[in-house]
């Protein structure tokens, strides 16, 4: 009787040991059919544009994410909506003026934003191709030495 | 006269000084004109055209990309924060004519969708300085152009301010346009309609 005992606890532990690993073994099947190598990126948001006239000037705005594991450097800019595109900064002067200047080169570490917002850095769009008013949307292509280049969407509209 | 005596009467006559200009009020423009256009071309007297009401008064120029259009936003902003916006002009100066004719201001004005409360204005060319000068506006040509090929190109250093003028066209206070608050000028307007 003892030894039949010990039989079926081997058993039904033998059994556990089985369907348990089997279990485990089944769901890390299935995570890992769901698994994907997510590679870090720079990511662009928030991008938006000032309206303007056909042949005038515009400024867009957005939100640079360096999800990479490097540091990068924003190298060139572009929109299908300009015929130019440059990166300034509006600057306030000791005399409590305010000027604008071409942008340093920027370079932005691993983990780390660039915003370029009102009153600060801005892509400024000269010789535009179109009217762009309220509702229209624009592509701004960014260039980034390790990245490459990395295209996003921004609608017209007008800051609150 | 002591030493004593003579410190206490210049002190006296400064503080006399300061009280009899009366530190809210910035600009004498009451008895000043300068004609200025509006951007449906129609010419108006500035300020005389505006008494009677209460005036927010700022300085832009139309090929600014960033920090004027950031001043726009800032007057839209402040007209939305008020309760009652009757009696209140939104005035927006342009300090470079030669560029800014009244067209290119409708042009802006429509681009921002700016209702009729809104009023930009342009200059004769030859005769903005006047104006400025008075109101210790900044307005210089830098290019950015730096090869010189487009002297039509250009950026500009500039003031960023905005002008509250009263009834009588007394600038009474101002603010940096881009940054202040709705609020704060939003009490100083209810302090002037309290006059």
């Keep these: 009787m003892k030894s039949i005992t010990h039989f079926l606890l081997i058993l039904l532990s033998g059994c556990l040991l089985f369907f348990g690993c089997s279990s485990e073994s089944n769901s890390s099947n299935e995570s890992d059919s769901k698994k ?20 005038g000037k515009s400024a867009a705005y957005l939100r640079i994410s360096n999800g990479t ?27 409590g003026t305010t000027s604008m200047q071409p ?25 535009l191709k179109r009217d762009m008013a309220v ?26 | 006269m002591s030493p004593t005596l003579k410190s206490l009467l210049v002190s006296l006559l400064i503080i006399a000084t300061f009280t009899a200009c009366g530190p809210d009020t910035l600009y004498d423009l009451s008895g000043d004109t300068f004609q200025l256009r509006n951007s449906d071309s129609t010419q108006v007297n500035f300020p005389g055209d505006f008494k009677g009401d209460i005036s927010l008064v700022t300085f832009i120029y ?19 924060a008020l309760d009652d916006t009757s009696g209140v002009n939104f005035i927006e100066i342009s300090f470079d004519p030669k560029r800014d004719s009244p067209s290119t201001l409708k042009e802006y004005r429509d681009l921002y969708e700016l209702n009729e409360q809104f009023t930009m204005l342009t200059s004769h060319p030859n005769d903005s300085d006047v104006l400025l000068d008075k109101l210790d ?52 307007i209810n302090y002037l309609r309290s006059e």
């Design chain 1, 36 to 55: 994907e190598v997510v590679l870090g990126k720079i990511a662009l948001d928030n991008a938006w544009a000032r309206p303007g006239s056909q042949q």
């Design chain 2, 137 to 188: 506006i900044v307005a210089e040509k830098a290019i950015i152009d730096s090869l010189g090929h487009d002297s039509t190109n250009y950026a500009m250093r500039h003031s960023n301010t905005l002008y509250l003028m009263d009834r009588d066209g007394y600038i009474r206070t101002e603010y940096p346009a881009h940054r202040v608050t709705p609020e704060h000028v939003k009490d100083d």
């Design chain 1, 69 to 95: 594991a490097s540091t990068d450097t924003l190298l060139s800019f572009s929109s299908n909506a300009a015929e130019s595109v440059e990166l300034h900064k509006s600057i306030e002067n000791d005399d």
């Design chain 2, 62 to 80: 139309t090929n600014c990309p960033d920090v004027c259009p950031v001043i726009t936003a800032n007057m839209t902003n402040i007209q939305r």
């Design chain 1, 135 to 160: 509702g229209d949307s624009l592509q701004i292509t960014l260039e980034f030495a390790r990245a490459g280049t990395v295209t996003t969407t921004a609608p017209v509209q007008i800051q609150n």
């Design chain 1, 103 to 127: 942008a340093d080169e920027q370079v932005i570490p691993s983990g780390e934003k660039l915003h370029i917002e009102p009153g600060g850095l801005h892509l400024m769009l000269t010789n």
